[in-house]
């Protein structure tokens, strides 16, 4: 085996608690159980650590009401729990990890009411859910092959692409990919045409129109104004 690939396995068996239980591992006998786990558990504390100050740090805001940290479970039973099963980063565990926080900071008693605290903590739950596992690349994308050996520079497939970059009211800045259709909306959209105009012009329906000027006042890319 290569240094390369022993480096891989034992990153491996830190990240994955599973991998570090399996024969497969055991048999290499690379380093000692005990203090491999040790470390493993270590690693696995400081990596959720940093994802649960992270996506919960509304309801740690909140921590002077509640009387509950969120990144506090990393010290309980549950957390230890979980750790027998965990794989960093893999949506699974972040799905068991979020769950405990969300459990720990909605068994708190708050000094004063937070009537929308449940929902609050739905909302980072999902975030936290959403960020996690690894990314399925097209089998065309040349991010993931500079990763891999190659000996030329890997090429990437040269096609037009019109990307949609908007700001919302809110501030919410979205950048999404745009098809003919909302595209051609947004170029035709000068303030000055009517529904009736965008829709003939882009030969989309009206149902169709709506619902896309919908999504587009909601990114951010269009507005609308009351005329007087």
Known sequence: MSDRGLQDLVLRALAD????ASREWQDQALADPGRLERFARFLARHYYYERIVHFFKYSGALAPVTGRRPEAVLRSASFDALLATAVLGSRETARAVASVVVRDVQAATPSQPIPYLSDLLSYERAMMIAEAGPRVWRETAVLPRLLEPWTEVPQAPSRPVKLLVARSPHGRVTVARADAAVA?????????????????????????????????????????????
């Open 184 to 228: 051609s909306v947004v170029e035709l959209a000068d303030g000055r045409k009517t529904l009736a105009d965008l829709a003939r012009q882009a030969g989309l329906r009206a149902a169709d129109l709506e619902a896309a000027l919908a999504g587009l006042a909601d990114l951010g890319a269009v507005r609308f104004t009351t005329g007087s």
């Open 17 to 20: 608690a599973p991998f570090r």
